[in-house]
C-alpha cells in the first residue's frame, strides 16, 4: 500500500471527534479514524522502520504499540475530554518508560507538525547523569554537541531552571545545562510535509542527523 501522505480529513476528524466528546459519535466514524488516521500512520511506521532500526536495533517498530491512541487517560487528570485533538508516533524501546524514555517522535496536531528526539518528561537523575557527562566533555556529549551545532532543522527545548546554575560554562553549553527536561525539536505550521508522500524521507533525513544526540541521552540514561 504505502505511504501516500495524510489528507486534510486526518486533522479535521481529530478536531470533530474531540469536539464531539462521545463514545457513540467516535462509534460511529470509527471507520474515518481508521481511514484517515490510523491506517495511514501505520503505513509511515512501516516506512520509517528500516531506518529506525539502523538508528537502534533495540526501537520498538510494531505500529500498535507506537501509535498514539485517540482517547485520553483521563483517569489522573482534572480535563476529562475522552478524545485527544491530535496523533503521533513514538519510536523507543521500552514502550512501559515512554513517559521518562529517550525517543524519537512525530506527531500531527491541530496547528501543524512537529518530529524530533528527546524526553517527554526527564527523570532529575537522568539530567543529573547528562550535566556530569557534559561538565567532563565525555565524548558521547561532544558527539552529540557537534551534530546539533551543525544542522539548523532542529532546536534545543525544554523547561529551563530560573537561575543559571552554570555561568562559568561556554554559552553553547549552557542550553544543555540549565534545563529541567530536553528535547531537540522542528516545531512547523506547515502541514505540507505531512500531506506529502515524502514525508518518511524528511523524517528519516532529520532522525540521522539527531542519532549522536540520540546516543548520548540513551548513554546517560542506562548510567543512572
Not at 531506518?51 to 533495540?58: L, P, V
Not at 556529549?141 to 534545543?156: C, G, H, N
Amino acid at each position: 500500500m504505502g505511504f501516500d501522505g495524510f489528507s486534510q480529513e486526518a486533522p479535521r476528524f481529530l478536531l470533530e471527534n474531540r469536539m464531539n466528546n462521545s463514545k457513540e459519535w467516535y462509534e460511529e466514524h470509527k471507520h474515518v479514524y481508521r481511514k484517515y488516521v490510523y491506517e495511514p500512520f501505520v503505513e509511515l511506521v512501516k516506512e520509517l522502520s528500516p531506518a529506525m532500526k539502523e538508528i537502534d536495533s533495540s526501537i520498538i517498530t510494531v505500529p500498535s504499540k507506537i501509535i498514539s491512541r485517540v482517547r485520553r487517560d483521563t483517569r489522573f487528570t482534572k480535563d476529562k475530554t475522552l478524545y485527544r485533538d491530535n496523533a503521533w508516533i513514538v519510536f523507543l524501546r521500552d514502550k512501559s518508560q515512554m513517559s521518562i524514555s529517550p525517543c524519537f517522535w512525530f506527531e500531527l496536531g491541530q496547528y501543524g507538525i512537529s518530529y524530533g528526539v528527546g524526553y517527554y518528561k526527564a527523570r532529575t537523575a537522568s539530567m543529573a547523569k547528562m550535566r556530569e557527562m557534559i561538565l567532563d566533555r565525555h565524548p558521547s556529549f561532544m558527539a552529540a554537541l557537534k551534530a546539533y551545532e551543525s544542522q539548523d532543522e532542529f532546536v534545543i527545548g525544554g523547561e529551563i531552571y530560573k537561575r543559571n546554575r552554570y555561568p562559568e560554562q561556554p554559552e553553547n553549553m549552557q542550553q544543555w545545562l540549565n534545563r529541567r527536561n530536553i528535547v531537540f525539536e522542528n516545531v512547523s505550521r506547515d502541514f505540507g510535509p505531512a500531506f506529502s508522500a515524502g514525508l518518511p524521507d524528511v523524517l528519516i533525513n532529520g532522525f540521522r542527523k539527531l542519532k549522536p544526540i540520540y546516543d548520548f541521552l540513551l548513554l546517560a540514561e542506562s548510567s543512572v
